[in-house]
């Protein structure tokens, strides 16, 4: 327990540190923290100001969560959360002023109110209907004039909330896209790597299985990629950031066109897990090429890897046209190596049809995996 929360205390250190030192996620959460403290602060302010039959606390609690990563997403739960408020708010006020009692009121409005939460139109946002039926009802004191300022309340908290996310360092930021990229980039080097170490050494079936469990997981990393492209493109709509919008659409498709082309690298590398997972089955009729053949089919696995990191960088990379440079030189070298490695290989089991079928798959897949790395066009980054 003491170990565990040090850790968590080290952890939160370095949170903060990385915060105070520059962009990145830790800052981005540090701001929308005090973008929301601010919505909430002003929300309440305007309330008291505004509206005097209202719950205080119903203006702020919008604006405090309307308060997103998104101006578009703000924009789309401010409607949904303001209708779902409005009508829990009148529920609650008809059952109340009907039924008399609070408890015999939420005994019969509540389940309502959570039943009607499921309409589709309402999204994510329909608890808030239950929610503000509930804070209703808890008051005790139940009118026409008292609804409709819980209402308005409502409205002017989500005004609130959307016009802070909208105008005070509104989110515009490729770097989720960036990370998540860079994030599949390393794990298939490091699979690549490992399997190259594997083959010179002469690996057994155990450890390419292992290979193939890592190469399983690496779609639901792809997933992160899709995603962190979909936030990128949803942050620049309604954004009055026009510019740094402008520069995010103009680098969209390279990013899409990247994330295809790892969709391609990752079928390409669980064919070649697969692969060297029968060829090193004890009781499959297939078997790995010697060491003379081995060692030089490691090797080639290196310049693949070496040329997919040199790929990752073009995209993600702070020097594109270095890493442009490097991606060419590094997809010669495999080009060259792949030549070769094949010219050897041929050599080593012509009368064997399995052997031959094997190097051949092998051949195949390692040089697929480099087919479709290309050098990305050029693209401005957003911040």
Same mark, same amino acid.
């Given at each position: ?14 949170? $903060?540190?990385?915060?105070?030192? *520059? ?49 578009? %997403? ?40 959570? /039943?009607? *939460? ?8 329909? &608890? ?40 005070? /360092? ?50 639901? /990393? ?24 402008? $520069? ?39 078997? $790995? ?18 040329? &997919?990191?040199?790929? *990752? ?10 890493? =442009? ?15 070769? $490695? ?29 087919? %479709?790395? =290309? ?9």
């Amino acid at each position: 327990m003491w170990r565990r929360t040090v850790e968590e205390v080290a952890a939160a250190g370095r949170a $903060l540190r990385g915060a105070w030192q *520059g962009p990145g996620r830790e800052r981005e959460l540090v701001v929308l923290a005090f973008k929301a403290t601010l919505a909430a602060v002003a929300a309440w302010a305007l309330a008291a100001w505004l509206l005097t039959n209202t719950l205080a606390l119903m203006a702020p609690w919008v604006a405090l969560l309307l308060v997103r990563t998104t101006v578009y %997403r703000s924009l789309a739960q401010a409607a949904q959360q303001t209708l779902a408020i409005a009508l829990g708010t009148v529920m609650a006020t008809a059952g109340g002023m009907l039924l008399g009692g609070t408890l015999t009121a939420m005994a019969v409005v509540l389940p309502v109110a959570l /039943l009607a *939460g499921n309409w589709q139109h309402f999204g994510d946002q329909g &608890l808030a209907g239950a929610t503000s039926a509930l804070f209703t009802l808890a008051g005790g004191e139940w009118s026409v004039d008292i609804a409709v300022d819980r209402v308005l309340a409502a409205l002017l908290g989500a005004v609130v909330g959307v016009a802070v996310n909208a105008f005070v /360092l509104p989110p515009v930021s490729l770097r989720s896209a960036r990370e998540s990229i860079g994030e599949v980039v390393t794990e298939c080097r490091t699979i690549l790597e490992a399997m190259a170490e594997g083959v010179s050494e002469g690996c057994d079936h155990g450890r390419a299985v292992g290979w193939q469990e890592r190469v399983r997981r690496l779609p639901r /990393l792809l997933a992160g990629v899709r995603s962190a492209i979909g936030w990128a493109e949803e942050s620049a709509r309604f954004n009055p950031h026009r510019r740094r919008s402008e $520069l995010l659409w103009r680098a969209k498709p390279s990013y899409e066109e990247t994330a295809h082309t790892l969709e391609h690298v990752v079928d390409h590398l669980e064919g070649l897990s697969r692969t060297l997972v029968e060829a090193t089955d004890p009781h499959h009729p297939r078997r $790995l090429p010697g060491p003379d053949a081995a060692r030089p089919y490691g090797d080639f696995l290196r310049r693949v890897a070496r040329a &997919l990191c040199a790929y *990752g960088r073009s995209v993600t990379g702070g020097d594109p046209a270095a890493a =442009r440079e490097e991606l060419l030189r590094e997809l010669r070298g495999v080009e060259e190596a792949h030549g070769t $490695l094949r010219a050897r290989l041929a050599g080593q089991a012509p009368d064997d049809p399995e052997a031959i079928e094997l190097i051949g798959s092998l051949l195949a897949e390692a040089r697929r995996l480099t087919q %479709r790395l =290309r050098v990305p066009d050029d693209a401005e980054e957003a911040a």
